[in-house]
């Protein structure tokens, strides 16, 4: 009996924290269905599940335009990053050459710097190559990251060094066996920082609003905090259509990945 | 003494991994839960230790339903697998954990940490962690911790299959000594039938969650219940042999006739046969026999293994004391005394032979 | 020899794209912003004068700064704690074998999937003092209205409460994540000797967990120091630069005033204060906390 009491309040005690932690969320969802008029009337709850707000979201502001820059520069720099951080986690793993312990040093190095304190000659950088407004800005700079070769690294260690000696005894290229062996065995660690690059990227902030003036690049963040600017205290009802079409594309990869994020964030961090 | 009733258990309420087993374990033996990788024995272990909730049935110790008490109301320890020592605790630590909740004096608790330390030769490392120690002085100290807290039942989870073979033979014979010693009841996991043999006062050979075997070692080696145990306990296993009969013959598999002599009646539901290795034997020279392919030879030096070919698919191994000049292709003349052979039904169980009684056990003496 | 340099040449061409974007983005730009905060610079961010560590002096003399520093240094304490002890307490709970425990673990870690400006959004409109769902419950407890985001007084634990929200998710999965490394053994063998579940949690679960939980308070404290996001949704460093962070202040020196040798200076400021967190975690992980 005591056992079920047990239970009980252990379910009990979830629920009202997972009520807790979603508020904001399921707030934002009732109030994108009400109008201006009802918001002013204190209503929270709203009478007609109309989508009106949705839609006024994408008439306002070039929302679709910004989703689909944000979905370009995302995709980018996820397939960037897969590309440049398993191309050098492969060498840092498989292959023996002088000067390679420097080269990963080097790349620990870059994990003391934050980006925050070199986005000053970063943006002067990208202006003088003409990037700002550019797709190119937007992604380029984030293609190498040491947190994925560390992922990677530690993933590709894990793959029997007897594979690569094998390999080597009956001559295969390097590149082939990185790509034909290497590679397929690597898949889930791949997807793993191909979610993790792409929501960082999505959400990223700071930068896109420095390098993108105006709305042929500008994310989807950055066209929020506009929105924002400029609706305030009337639209509200609209804002939160904006935030709720923002927020879906990185929910839905959330919960879809949650667990394999979640030992991909831990190998690539403390191992 | 541990009792079990009827006990089984479901995870989804459909299945039972564990299905209607009832044993009683008395006080003071050395009980071994023996089976295949998945058989059910580890958790029947975990539920009688508490980790484990009851699904159905009833579980007893020293006479008092137990199915709901917490395992620390229980009165047992336990070793694990993995030895469950706390890696950020000194050895010291670690093996004081087992006096854990009881009513002692510091000093007391002291005392007898260092004297169980003693006993397996410990008191060296009391202040390493266990990163620090070899597999085998880990495990001793897995075993100090359970030993310390004197509780009347010790459960040990596979506890030795992480060392490597020289050491487990070494602890097999040290454990059963231990226990001997301390006169504590030990139900023992494990899936090696040789721990089995060689540790067990009695052993319960699982399978599927289901008991096959009840038994003293050698009750368990001769008159194995079934096809299953027969070829779990012993190495090499028992051969078999689908059969035909014929009167008061066998006809094995089309080719070969094994009459069998004087008043041994073939039961009449007999489908396969069983016979140990080391029963498979040389013909004198005037006695009738069959003759068999060697098709490989393992010289173990007290012994030799001599595979034998059967029929065309199927192979028996010989074991015979001593050394022998034999060569692979050379044709033996085998005989097999007819009270050695054992008789299964089309469902796997032995059947007794007429005059087969606890009588028979008596062959343990030879 | 030319055996070496074939080597050094093939595995060279698989880190060189690596190499060449750190070189570019991390490197130069590093040691560019050093050379920055020595010069007085122009519009367009080239360097005019040397002025040697005439800004780091004017920094420490500035009292922008000084208010700065104190709002980061505050923030930090407002977010960071409650961030960890909240996410510890939510895996702890979520660590618990259940039915469905799955579901809650998604909803725990959702909001690392939520943006800072969509956050932002969202407490910004929680905070409105008219229509924010805050002070309607405020008020129905008897409460009266304030100005959340307006009041010096609580605009900074106004934005920290919406980052430790933000914060959860992250900290949460990787938290839940060094739960479940613990070895369950640990625990079944801590029940049959009747250790109590909160002297478990003392004895096994935080020493267990204790390079989990540094590694997170690392991160998070890091994190702390490059915020930016929120306030320049929900604030934007006002009222009275009570919320004026160390990056805000950067980003509103560098791209607002073009003051780029001075933000320089104050970016410099901001590397040491990482570079020592992350020291102080690679000395102290080292010695202090227990690998298994």
Redesign the interface.
């Known amino acids: 009996m005591s056992l079920l009491i047990k239970k009980i309040s252990l379910y009990a005690i979830l629920v009202i924290c997972t009520i807790i932690m979603m508020f904001p969320i399921g707030y934002a969802f009732l109030i994108s269905f009400l109008s201006g008029a009802e918001l002013l009337q204190g209503k929270w709850w709203p009478t007609t599940w109309s989508i009106k707000n949705y839609v006024i979201a994408f008439e306002k502001v070039p929302l679709g335009r910004y989703l689909w820059n944000s979905f370009v520069v995302s995709f980018i720099v996820m397939v960037g990053q897969l590309v440049v951080s398993s191309l050098a986690a492969f060498a840092f793993v498989f292959l023996r050459f002088p000067g390679r312990d420097l080269l990963f040093f080097l790349t620990i190095l870059t994990m003391l710097i934050p980006w925050e304190a070199t986005v000053i000659p970063n943006y002067l950088t990208v202006q003088s190559f003409g990037w700002t407004n550019n797709y190119l800005g937007l992604t380029i700079p984030f293609f190498a990251s040491a947190f994925g070769i560390f992922l990677l690294r530690q993933h590709f260690k894990t793959i029997p060094f007897e594979l690569y000696e094998s390999a080597q005894v009956s001559g295969m290229k390097h590149f082939r066996f990185f790509w034909y062996v290497v590679l397929p065995l690597s898949k889930t660690s791949l997807a793993t920082l191909g979610v993790y690059s792409f929501l960082t990227t999505w959400n990223m902030y700071l930068w896109p609003l420095l390098v993108t003036n105006d709305e042929s690049v500008r994310t989807v963040q950055i066209g929020l905090k506009q929105m924002q600017t400029q609706e305030m205290a009337t639209e509200w009802g609209v804002v939160m259509a904006a935030v709720m079409i923002i927020i879906l594309p990185t929910l839905i990869l959330i919960f879809i990945g949650q667990k394999q994020l979640q030992k991909g964030l831990m190998q690539g961090a403390i191992k | 003494m541990i009792e079990l009733i009827n006990v089984r258990k479901s995870y989804d309420g459909k299945t039972f991994v564990i299905d209607d087993i009832s044993i009683q374990i008395r006080e003071g033996e050395f009980f071994v839960l023996v089976g295949p990788s998945g058989c059910g024995k580890s958790t029947l272990l975990r539920m009688i230790a508490g980790l484990e909730t009851i699904t159905e049935g009833q579980l007893k110790i020293a006479g008092k339903e137990m199915n709901f008490a917490h395992p620390s109301e229980r009165h047992l320890s336990m070793v694990f697998q993995n030895y469950a020592l706390y890696p950020h605790l000194t050895v010291e630590e670690n093996i004081a954990l087992g006096l854990y909740g009881k009513k002692m004096l510091k000093k007391e608790k002291r005392k007898k940490c260092l004297e169980v330390s003693e006993m397996l030769g410990l008191t060296e490392y009391m202040k390493k962690k266990p990163r620090h120690l070899s597999g085998g002085q880990r495990q001793r100290v897995a075993l100090a911790r359970a030993i310390v807290a004197e509780t009347p039942i010790c459960l040990m989870d596979e506890p030795l299959s992480n060392l490597d073979a020289k050491l487990r033979s070494h602890m097999r014979t040290y454990i059963r000594q231990l226990q001997r010693q301390l006169g504590m009841t030990m139900i023992y996991v494990t899936h090696d039938q040789v721990e089995a043999m060689t540790m067990s006062d009695r052993m319960m050979v699982l399978c599927d969650g289901r008991i096959q075997q009840v038994g003293e070692p050698l009750q368990v080696y001769n008159s194995p219940s079934n096809v299953f145990v027969a070829s779990f306990i012993g190495s090499p296993p028992m051969n078999m042999a689908k059969v035909q009969r014929l009167y008061d013959s066998f006809l094995l598999q089309h080719e070969w006739i094994v009459k069998i002599a004087g008043d041994a009646h073939v039961p009449n539901e007999c489908v396969t046969i069983g016979v140990r290795p080391e029963h498979i034997r040389l013909a004198h020279s005037h006695e009738p026999h069959v003759l068999l392919e060697v098709i490989h030879v393992e010289r173990l030096g007290t012994e030799t293994l001599v595979t034998l070919r059967l029929t065309e698919h199927d192979q028996w191994i010989a074991r015979w004391h001593g050394q022998y000049q034999i060569e692979v292709g050379q044709q033996v003349r085998i005989a097999i005394d007819d009270e050695r052979i054992i008789f299964f039904d089309d469902k796997g169980r032995r059947v007794k032979r007429e005059g087969d009684s606890y009588a028979a056990y008596g062959e343990t003496s030879y | 020899m030319p055996h070496?340099v074939k080597?050094?040449i093939?595995?060279?061409m698989?880190?060189l794209?690596?190499?060449?974007?750190?070189s570019?983005?991390?490197?130069?730009?590093?040691i560019?912003?050093l050379y920055?905060s020595m010069h007085m610079t122009d519009f367009?961010?080239n360097p005019t004068t040397y002025v040697g560590f005439e800004h780091f002096v004017y920094l420490f003399e500035d009292r922008n700064f000084k208010e700065s520093m104190k709002a980061t240094f505050l923030f930090v304490i407002y977010t960071v704690p409650p961030t960890v002890i909240i996410s510890l307490c939510?895996a702890l709970?979520?660590n618990?074998k259940?039915r469905g425990?799955?579901l809650?673990?998604?909803?725990?870690?959702?909001?690392?999937?939520?943006?800072?400006?969509?956050?932002s959004?969202?407490?910004?409109?929680?905070y409105?003092p008219a229509?924010g769902?805050i002070n309607?419950i405020l008020i129905a407890l008897g409460g009266e209205e304030r100005q959340w985001l307006l009041n010096p007084d609580t605009a900074l634990a106004a934005v920290a409460a919406a980052t430790v929200?933000m914060n959860?998710?992250?900290a949460f999965?990787?938290l839940?994540?060094?739960l479940q490394?613990i070895?369950s053994?640990?625990y079944?063998?801590?029940?049959?000797?009747?250790?109590s579940r909160l002297y478990q949690l003392w004895?096994?679960t935080l020493?267990?967990l204790s390079?989990?939980l540094f590694?997170v308070i690392t991160?998070s404290l890091?994190h702390a120091?490059?915020t930016?996001?929120q306030i320049?949704?929900l604030t934007k460093g006002g009222p009275m630069n009570t919320t004026t962070v160390l990056?805000y202040s950067?980003?509103r020196e560098?791209?607002v005033n073009y003051n780029?040798g001075f933000?320089?200076a104050q970016?410099?400021v901001?590397?040491f204060i990482?570079?020592i967190v992350?020291i102080v975690q690679f000395t102290f992980a080292e010695r202090k906390v227990?690998?298994?």
Not at chain 3, 17 to 22: A, C, G, K, V, Y
Not at chain 3, 24 to 30: D, K, L, N, T
Not at chain 3, 188 to 195: L, N, R, T, W
């Open positions: 070496t080597r050094v093939e595995g060279g698989y880190i794209p690596s190499l060449l974007l750190f570019i983005f991390v490197f130069y730009p590093m560019r912003t920055l367009q961010g939510l709970l979520a618990e259940l425990i799955q809650f673990r998604t909803f725990f870690s959702s909001t690392l999937g939520m943006s800072v400006a969509a956050s959004v969202i407490w910004m409109f929680m409105n229509v769902v309607k929200w959860i998710g992250f999965l990787i839940l994540g060094g490394n070895d053994t640990l079944e063998s801590a029940e049959i000797i009747g250790m004895r096994i020493p267990l390079p989990t590694f991160v890091i120091f490059q930016f996001g320049d949704i990056v950067i980003y560098a791209f780029f933000a320089s970016a410099i901001l590397f990482v570079l992350t227990h690998y298994q």
